[in-house]
Nanobody, 116 residues
Framework: VQLQASGGGLVQTGGSPTLSCTVS??????????MGWYRQAPGKQRDLVAL???????TYADDVEGRFTISRDNTKNTVYLQMNSLKPEDTAVYYC?????????WGRGTQVTVSS
């Protein structure tokens, strides 16, 4: 199974890009899985940004609550992260993750750089 994230790049402060993460491969379904977006800034640990459970319930980190929206399309095996009102401190590599109980798979990540 592979997770391919896309949609990153150089964005101006206040921008609103959308990241996508598509799961493919022999076990490429996301239907039963929780899907999450994480980010890692240089010199910092990887932190949860947003999570959407298989039920559709969502959880957000405090610093993105109200600015970011996570969604999923099970028919396309894709999870999205709509990011609004970006700030320079949102600069990081963004990773998607598929998880179920103690099993998880990570994508390679996509760089988001917010210019001030």
């Amino acid at each position: 199974v592979q997770l391919q994230a896309s949609g990153g790049g150089l964005v101006q402060t206040g921008g609103s890009p959308t990241l996508s993460c598509t799961v493919s491969g022999a076990s490429g379904s996301i239907f039963r899985f929780n899907m999450g977006w994480y980010r890692q800034a240089p010199g910092k640990q990887r932190d949860l940004v947003a999570l959407i459970q298989s039920s559709g319930a969502t959880t957000y980190a405090d610093d993105v609550e109200g600015r970011f929206t996570i969604s999923r399309d099970n028919t396309k095996n894709t999870v999205y992260l709509q990011m609004n009102s970006l700030k320079p401190e949102d600069t990081a590599v963004y990773y998607c993750r598929r998880s179920l109980l103690n099993s998880s798979v990570w994508g390679r990540g996509t760089q988001v750089t917010v210019s001030s």
